[in-house]
């Protein structure tokens, strides 16, 4: 357990959750190693099938960073997503798995500091809660 | 079409928890328009059940596959090279599907992977409402073509009852009268005297009542 260092898959959108990293990434801030990004058009894009499939492939903690739910491209985007992820916490209960290993955050565009600050987060909550298997 | 719902993983989890080779089968028919067990509910399924049973332990083999249709026995018949290699079925159509394999293929265990609720159709996106009840002796166009055996609370035939509370039936807020929806489409139409018509009782040999049914069409019967 000492020697367990999370795998977290993020999924982020090429809208707001785009221009916080590209801003993070200008402040010289850096998401930690163990958070691999996935980029997607919209989060509305992300079925539940994905989610589950970065599970079964393998990450102990999944997390999608979208828009504000009044500011999607796509008009609703993040707030589809949002009843997706609830969808997948309660299977993830069903399954005995803690449902607090995904997580869906709503980013400013301008907020770089909370892109790599949240991705943090989510880092310390995997690592308490270990290994998924 | 036939309306279903997923059961929830922990049940399925449970059935197949002796086995180590799993075959879910979607149905390409209702259960894929209504969401619920066509290729892609197929896939999250599977993906569900090999991390449900890894965190039990159990590494375990799972297939998908999704049939044209589970209700006809050619497209069943499509599973006989596949199958053999499983030794569990999760299908994932209405209740024809399971038994219509189980028939088939009397050696393997099947399962039922969904909740089989009504015939109906989708009133909005992710919302579907029961609109017939399969008696076998369609009189909707009596009734402002509303069929008032799946749609009112008591099934009457000569609503509304005294439980009609502004449109709405006194089961559930939720659920609208269908006598006051009748009654107002027949005034509507200036076809409200057809209501006072008397019918003759309806015969519910045709429905349940009369046992199992199966129908036969001689000319396009063996």
């Known amino acids: 357990m000492q020697d367990f260092r999370p795998k977290i898959i993020a999924f982020y959108c090429s809208n707001c959750a785009s221009s916080a990293a590209k801003i993070a990434n200008k402040m010289n801030l850096y998401l930690p190693e163990e958070v691999k990004l996935i980029n997607v058009p919209c989060t509305g894009r992300i079925e539940i099938l994905h989610l589950l499939k970065a599970f079964e492939n393998g990450a102990d903690g ?5 828009c504000q739910e009044d500011s999607c491209q796509y008009i609703n985007g993040i707030l589809k997503l949002k009843k997706r992820v609830e969808h997948v916490k ?23 500091q909370d892109f790599v600050d949240i991705a943090k987060e989510m880092v310390n ?6 290994p998924i298997f | 079409m036939i309306i279903a719902e997923a059961k929830p993983i922990s049940e399925i989890l449970e059935m ?12 390409k028919g209702c259960v894929t328009v209504c969401n619920v067990g066509g290729a892609k509910e197929v896939a999250i399924l599977a993906s569900s059940i090999r991390i449900g049973m890894r965190k039990k332990g159990k590494e375990v083999e799972v297939g998908e596959i999704t049939l044209e249709r589970q209700c006809d026995p050619e497209y069943i018949e499509e599973l006989r090279d596949i199958i053999k290699d499983y030794d569990a079925v999760v299908s994932i159509a209405c209740g024809v599907g399971p038994q219509f394999i189980a028939e088939r293929y009397p050696d393997i265990m099947v399962f039922p992977g969904v909740n089989t609720k009504f015939m109906g159709g989708a009133i909005e996106h992710g919302v579907w409402a029961e609109r017939c009840a399969g008696c076998g002796q369609c009189v909707i166009h009596y009734y402002g073509t509303m069929c008032p055996i799946a749609r009112c609370s008591k099934s009457l035939m000569n609503g ?8 709405k039936c006194e089961v559930s807020p939720e659920i609208d009268c ?3 929806k009748i009654v107002r489409k027949m005034m509507a139409q200036g076809r409200l005297e057809e209501l006072l018509k008397i019918r ?7 429905a349940r009542d ?3 049914r199966k129908m036969v069409r001689e000319e396009l019967a063996k």
Request: net charge neutral; proline share 7%; with cysteine.
């Open chain 1, 62 to 66: 999944v997390c999608v960073f979208g």
């Open chain 1, 90 to 112: 309660k299977m993830l209960e069903e399954m005995g798995i803690e449902p607090d290993r995904i997580e869906v955050f709503s980013l400013y565009a301008g907020k770089g």
């Open chain 1, 125 to 130: 909550k995997i690592n308490q809660l270990g």
């Open chain 2, 16 to 27: 197949v928890k002796d086995f180590s080779k799993i075959l879910v089968v979607g149905c």
């Open chain 2, 160 to 167: 509304p009852c005294g439980g009609s509370n502004h449109g």
């Open chain 2, 178 to 180: 269908i006598w006051d």
């Open chain 2, 200 to 206: 003759p009782p309806k015969s519910w040999l045709t």
């Open chain 2, 210 to 212: 009369g046992g199992p």
